[in-house]
């Protein structure tokens, strides 16, 4: 076996990770810078069947309305995980994803250094659920926002 390169014991940071009670509303979330790379976004897309030559050929993108080649909108999900460290409480096994809103602005490129402005907006009890609404910006090096969005999770007791 070779290429694996991702963790699967996803407890081991558990006992590091807030708690419901802990998180604090309008708190910043502790993110990470990530450079996305070209070879990131193309295996990516392999995986997720997203072979558009926007995303892997030169030309056709050089030619394109973006002159160049780009990631596709959905890469935050990448971008999610890449840009918080492994304890953060969005990643406390157990957690439900109840639902989400994204705003695409411009395409992330290869090679751009993403950061994320990330925080817990709100928090709820619904129906003996545990409820956090969190907001999250993706922003290149240049400051511009590439895309925004809001999203309702369940969370472990």
Same mark, same amino acid.
Request: aromatic share 12%; hydrophobic share 40%.
């Given at each position: 076996m070779?290429?694996t390169?991702f963790?699967?014991?996803?407890?081991?940071?558990?006992?590091?990770?807030?708690t419901w009670e802990?998180?604090?509303p309008?708190?910043?979330?502790?993110?990470?810078p990530y450079t996305?790379?070209l070879?990131?976004?193309?295996?990516?897309?392999r +995986?997720v069947?997203?072979?558009h030559p926007? /995303?892997?050929?030169? #030309?056709?993108a %050089?030619n394109?309305r973006?002159?160049?080649?780009i990631?596709?909108?959905?890469?935050h999900?990448?971008?999610?995980?890449?840009c918080?460290?492994?304890?953060d409480w969005?990643r406390?096994?157990?957690t +439900?994803n109840?639902?989400q809103s994204w705003? /695409?602005h411009?395409p #992330?490129?290869? %090679?751009d250094t993403?950061t994320?402005q990330?925080r817990?907006?709100?928090k709820?009890?619904?129906?003996?659920r545990?409820?956090v609404?969190?907001?999250?910006?993706?922003f290149?090096?240049h400051?511009? +926002?590439i895309?925004a969005?809001?999203?309702?999770t369940i969370?472990?007791?």
């Amino acid at each position: 076996m070779s290429g694996t390169c991702f963790a699967t014991d996803f407890w081991k940071d558990d006992a590091r990770r807030k708690t419901w009670e802990q998180i604090v509303p309008g708190e910043p979330r502790e993110t990470i810078p990530y450079t996305l790379t070209l070879d990131a976004i193309q295996k990516y897309c392999r +995986v997720v069947g997203d072979l558009h030559p926007l /995303y892997f050929d030169q #030309a056709y993108a %050089d030619n394109s309305r973006y002159q160049g080649l780009i990631a596709p909108p959905s890469i935050h999900i990448l971008l999610m995980f890449a840009c918080t460290p492994a304890h953060d409480w969005m990643r406390s096994p157990g957690t +439900v994803n109840a639902g989400q809103s994204w705003s /695409y602005h411009i395409p #992330a490129r290869p %090679d751009d250094t993403i950061t994320l402005q990330a925080r817990a907006l709100d928090k709820f009890i619904k129906k003996d659920r545990l409820f956090v609404v969190h907001d999250n910006v993706f922003f290149n090096q240049h400051g511009q +926002v590439i895309c925004a969005g809001r999203g309702w999770t369940i969370r472990p007791f």
